[in-house]
């Protein structure tokens, strides 16, 4: 089972930032967090992932609070392109597994 | 960066025909491949977890006969969907697990389209 809780959807506009929240209250010491994206009718795509500390990459920054409870991707300027459904993992010790859950149907407007 | 090459991307076949779909690591190995079926606005599904030369694990409620997985090599795994029927019709996306990059290496391929008519 899907170890992560994400909100169904939200909008953001064009520029502004994209900040998507994800709920691993169940998360052990060991385990990473990982976000991948999926637009349309593709494969997923590796956005960022993260044990403790915050994290940026080219493409975002990950925020993961003091307790691994939960945390946050932010898009710093979104763009239309942006537009997607957006999955928070976490992987399960020792089992390879990428669960997916219900992700965030991210809509950026114009 | 890693890429995997799936194919075909998009197929229609007669109902009680079979449909292999090939995946591909093009510049790493792949010790580990995963197989996911998506139906329309939902979410990934992993039905199944193959490793190079042993036999595929399967996950709970997914028929291991029908949906035949090989990986013979550390680059290729195929999914066989056997008997093929209407409610097969799906989006199926497979995932290489980079040997040298562990857990912090998947890559997933650009999913195949499967029409069962």
């Known amino acids: 089972d899907a170890k992560t809780t994400q909100p169904p959807s939200m909008d953001c506009a064009e520029g502004r930032a994209a900040n998507l929240p994800c709920n691993h209250s169940t998360i052990s010491g060991n385990e990473y967090v990982y976000w991948y994206r999926q637009i349309h009718s593709q494969g997923p795509q590796y956005i960022i992932h993260?044990?403790?500390n915050n994290e940026t990459n080219e493409m975002a920054s990950l925020i993961i609070t003091e307790d691994r409870k939960s945390s946050t991707l932010i898009l710093p300027h979104a763009t239309l392109r942006d537009t997607a459904v957006y999955y928070c993992i976490v992987l399960t010790s020792g089992t390879y597994k990428y669960i997916f859950g219900t992700g965030t149907r991210l809509k950026v407007l114009a | 960066g890693a890429v995997v090459s799936q194919h075909p991307s998009w197929v229609i076949c007669k109902s009680g025909t079979s449909v292999k779909i090939e995946c591909r690591s093009l510049?790493?190995?792949?010790?580990?491949m995963f197989w996911y079926r998506q139906f329309p606005k939902q979410s990934l599904m992993l039905m199944a977890t193959s490793n190079e030369g042993s036999k595929a694990t399967y996950e709970q409620g997914v028929e291991k006969d029908k949906f035949l997985i090989n990986h013979a090599s550390l680059t290729l795994s195929t999914l066989t969907v056997t008997s093929a029927h209407p409610e097969d019709s799906s989006f199926y996306i497979c995932?290489?697990?980079?040997?040298?990059?562990?857990?912090?290496?998947?890559?997933f391929g650009s999913g195949t389209r499967l029409t069962v008519v």
């Open positions: 510049d790493f190995q792949a010790t580990t």
């Open positions: 995932s290489a697990r980079d040997h040298n990059r562990g857990n912090h290496g998947y890559t």
């Open positions: 993260g044990l403790k």
